[in-house]
């Protein structure tokens, strides 16, 4: 399928594309490069990649496809000291969770030469580093396309091969809506892990020290995307904080309002408004996105 990728970023996502592309035989030289050297040696010596890279500039000459899997603070320098040195008609592509920021971010450094598609695997976990990653990660998920004017229709179609013969289910949308969505489905909840946490650290020692021995399923299961990685999630949340402010709103009104309904013992409200919840939730079990 290409001839040459390079893959910047061998974290978790990045690690699992290297492994997709391997094991499927789409790239016969896939690149590797990682401003953590450690990060080097440990894809090395699982074999994710042929070459890798200690030189940003150097990692990405001659490629077809350069997928940008780091952080989404980080574009905009990635993206200044790469696209000089891509070749005409290379694509860009990357896994951010933010797609509108990411594209402000990026265009200021793009040439006429490069088609870029911004992507985002709905997939992942709260691991991190080279060896958290497996091709069936993808697997049956979802890839969310973002294209517009910067990018061929030949570079969207391959793009949406790659991800497809990766095992995922891929649809398009504008970057706005697919923000928005996210803020919904994926950065909203890891922001409620996240407070969970932090809201059991300030409890007095010896409370605390009782929610750590004694916590079951219930704190468990719900604060596990707590445990991501800090600096994504803290880029994540501060480039959609738009769309984020406005959901998180909105589940505060919903919190208070349950809150309300406890305080004024409004059983039958209670026993409605979970039932309902409990529905949406089976439906979401139903459609197997685990």
């Keep these: 399928m290409f001839d040459k990728v390079t893959i910047i970023g061998i974290g978790m996502i990045g690690s699992s594309v290297a492994l997709s592309l391997r094991d499927n035989k789409l790239a016969k030289e896939v690149v590797i490069y990682d401003h953590n050297h450690d990060y080097l040696i440990e894809a090395e010596s699982l074999r994710l990649g042929n070459v890798y890279e200690k030189d940003l500039e150097k990692s990405v000459v001659n490629s077809d496809v350069v997928i940008i899997c780091t952080p989404v603070k980080t574009f905009y320098e990635i993206t200044k000291v790469i696209c000089p040195v891509m070749k005409k008609g290379a694509i860009l592509t990357d896994v951010g969770s933010v797609k509108d920021e990411v594209i402000k971010q990026v265009l200021p450094n793009l040439h006429d030469g490069i088609c870029f598609v911004p992507a985002h695997p709905v997939a992942g976990s709260e691991k991190s580093g080279p060896s958290a990653g497996f091709k069936e990660v993808f697997h049956g998920r979802w890839n969310i396309i973002t294209p517009f004017d910067k990018a061929t229709k030949e570079s969207i179609l391959k793009i949406r091969k790659m991800w497809e013969a990766f095992g995922m289910k891929v649809e398009e949308m504008t970057p706005l809506h697919h923000d ?23 409890l007095e020692d010896e409370f605390e020290s009782e929610i750590i021995k004694y916590s079951a399923g219930g704190f468990r299961d719900s604060t596990r995307m707590a445990g991501s990685s800090p600096e994504m999630w803290r880029d994540i949340f501060l480039t959609n904080s738009k769309a984020l402010f406005e959901i998180m709103e909105s589940y505060i009104n919903n919190l208070r309002y349950m809150q309300k309904l406890i305080e004024d013992k409004e059983a039958d409200k209670l026993y409605d408004l979970f039932s309902e919840t409990k529905e949406i939730r089976n439906q979401v079990i139903a459609c197997k996105q685990n």
């Design 180 to 202: 928005r969505n996210m803020a919904i489905v994926s950065h909203l909840p890891h922001m409620l892990a996240y407070n969970m946490v932090f809201t059991a650290s300030k």
